[in-house]
Structure formats: structure tokens, C-alpha cells
């Protein structure tokens, strides 16, 4: 069967098919198809290409980039070819790597060397480690998120609920009729090195443990509104708050966690606020909080919060590229799910899955902040598979 092709393919494809001006940076977590995409564009592109891993060589070994690149050149000049695909993946685990990125880069631009160059790295640490600063204005960015309820029912038959409790890695759906083996894959194969290598390797992280007590114990608490104080507490590592915020932030620039603040006119309050959790893909909910899938499924309550992190994990993915800001809110017992903002705009979100009556926040916030649109999702209101299918920009048309 032919592989499922995400939308990034046809964006790429048709990038590389252009002269060459930019590096192509696909960027997104591990597990999502970032290497099945780049080999499905070379198997299906005219250009010659050049595939090379990063995640073997050592650390220090930067100067694996410069005898790579040299390489290809020599390639094309005895292959006679006058354009090629020099494609790096996971570089950002080698030391200053950004730097002899665009040393080789200019040096090509410099002689003409038609190299087209594609970078493959996870999520926004790639960009924090040498995008912005080195390869300023030499590239263009291409993100892969968590695999959406479209993507795994096109490609695997997922359901709704399936999707939403098993989450998007498409490598676990072979598991999902053994949750136990599911459980122990995606902690396994999935949680593991993403934590290990994607975050404690590439940045400052002083307490590794306290980093993956974080991510377990933020996990399961998907869609619920919970202090950092109330986390350490749980914690058996010795800790402070600026260190789990500061983790906190991490996580969520892998794409992995977060924490989105309440809404306030007040700036310095939409930052001092308790967070409210959301895992970038609903499999980290159930990998840390699951029983099976029937037992969650018809505890209403409880699927309840499954249906509210789907959502969640839905409007976040999106979230960044359209430029739109994430909150929720909170005054008393009066509560709105999502808070949508964008520029002056603000949407407000209330979800409902049979799990609790309609409370009185959405028509409270929308007295005192008179909202751009006020919408439920879920029963009586936008049928959560439609709204899946929605791009979150659409909401302020």
C-alpha cells in the first residue's frame, strides 16, 4: 500500500521543484513522519538527492557538515549533474551546527552550486538552536505536527473516539487492541527518546529527573487547570517553580506539553496565572492516565476530560502558524474551556461532551469582553467532527 502523504509533500515537492533560494526546514516532534516525508519527495522528484543522518555522529563532530557538503559537490561534478538534494537529518544534535550551515551555504551561493538544501529537525528547538540567529533569512519553514483525526481516519480507518483516545502516532496504531503493549510502546519507543535526546540533550536541563517527573505528572493532568505548586508537591525531586515553569516552556517549544495561562485584560496576569494543562497529542494522555479504551470511553465524566484535551491539542497545533494566541478563563466557578485570541479578536470556546451541564461562563465572558463569536463545540453546538476539520483562523471571518 502506498504510504499516506501529508500536505507538507506537495509543499515541499513543489519548493524544491523551484530555483534555488532558501533552505527548507521541516521541523516537528519525533515520530510524526518527517523522514517518511522527505523520502517519499526524492522518490518522487527528478533531482538527484544526497540523504545523510546526523543523530550517530558525535557531538563535537561538526566538521561532519563541511566534508558532507564537500562531498556532494564532488558527487555532482563526477555524476555530471547540475542540481542536487542535499538532504541533513536530526542536525541539530551536532555542536554550532547552524554556523557551518551557512558557511557551506554562501560558499554555494557565492560559486553558483545549484545544492538545494533540506534540514530536518525536532520541533522549535531546532529554530532556538541556530535559525534565527545564523540562518537568518536563508530559510523557509516547514512544521509537521501531531498527526489530526483527518490524517489518522484517512490513513488508518481511525474513528473519532479512537482518535481521540489513542492520539496521532500513526507506529502505535498496530498496538491499540493491547493497551498494555500500546502503553509501553508509545513510553517506550515514542516518550523516551524524545525527553532523552530531543530535550534533556539539546538544552540547559539541570535535573533531568525533575524534567521527566514534570512531563509524566503534566500529562495526566490533560485539560485541567493545575498550579506548579500543586506539581511539585507530587514531585519526589527537589525543585522550585521558576524550574518547572522554565521546563515547562521547554516542553511545550518540543511540542510535546503546555501550559496555557488564563485571560486577562492585565498582561502580568495572563503570566502569573495557574496553568491549565494540554498535551500536544492526546496519546500522552492516555499513555499516563488510560485504563482501556471501554472503560474510558464510557465514564462520561471522565471522558470528558479526553474530549477537552482533543480539542485543545487541536486549537494549540495550530495555534502558532496562525498567529493566534491560547488562553482559557476562570472567575469563580464560572469557566470558559479555550479563549481564542488574535490581534484585537478574542472567540471563546465552551466544550461539551454530556459530561456537565452548560455553565454560566461563556455568557459571562461574553457580557464582559463581548467577544468576536462565542461558540460550544461538542453536543449542541459544532459537532466535534467538524470542527476537527477546521482551521481555527476560519473562526475570526
Known sequence: ME????????????????????????????????????????????IPHYLYNADTVDFNNNQWISETWESARVRMKYEKVNEVILVFDEIQKLKNWSEFVKREWDFDTLNEINIKVVLLGSSRLLLKHGLTESLAGRFELIRMGHWSYTEMNEAFGYSLDEW?????????????????????????????????????????????????????????????????????GQMTDAGNVTTLYSYLEILNQCNLLCGINKFANDVSRKYQSIPKWITYNNALLTAYKGIDFKTDRFDTKNWGRWVESAVGAYIISQAEDEDIKVYYWRERDEVVDFILQYHADIVAIEVKSGRRGMNKGLPNFSKKFNPKR????????????????????????
Open 3 to 46: 504510504l499516506y502523504k501529508r500536505q507538507q509533500y506537495n509543499i515541499l515537492i513543489d519548493r524544491l521543484k523551484e530555483p534555488r533560494h532558501f533552505i527548507q526546514v521541516i521541523v516537528g516532534p519525533r515520530q510524526i513522519g518527517k523522514s517518511t516525508l522527505i523520502k517519499q519527495v526524492v522518490d518522487n522528484i527528478s
Open 164 to 232: 481521540i483516545y489513542w492520539g496521532g502516532y500513526p507506529a502505535s496504531t498496530i498496538f491499540k487492541d493491547d493497551i498494555r503493549r500500546w502503553r509501553k510502546y508509545v513510553k517506550d519507543s515514542l516518550i523516551a527518546p524524545a525527553i532523552e535526546k530531543d530535550v534533556i540533550l539539546t538544552s540547559n536541563i539541570y535535573k533531568p529527573a525533575l524534567m521527566k517527573q514534570l512531563f509524566e505528572i503534566g500529562c495526566s493532568y490533560s485539560s485541567e487547570i493545575v498550579s506548579l505548586t500543586k506539581i511539585l
Open 374 to 397: 462565542a461558540i460550544i463545540v461538542g453536543t449542541n453546538g459544532i459537532p466535534l467532527e467538524t470542527f476537527f476539520k477546521v482551521n481555527i483562523s476560519t473562526l475570526f471571518e
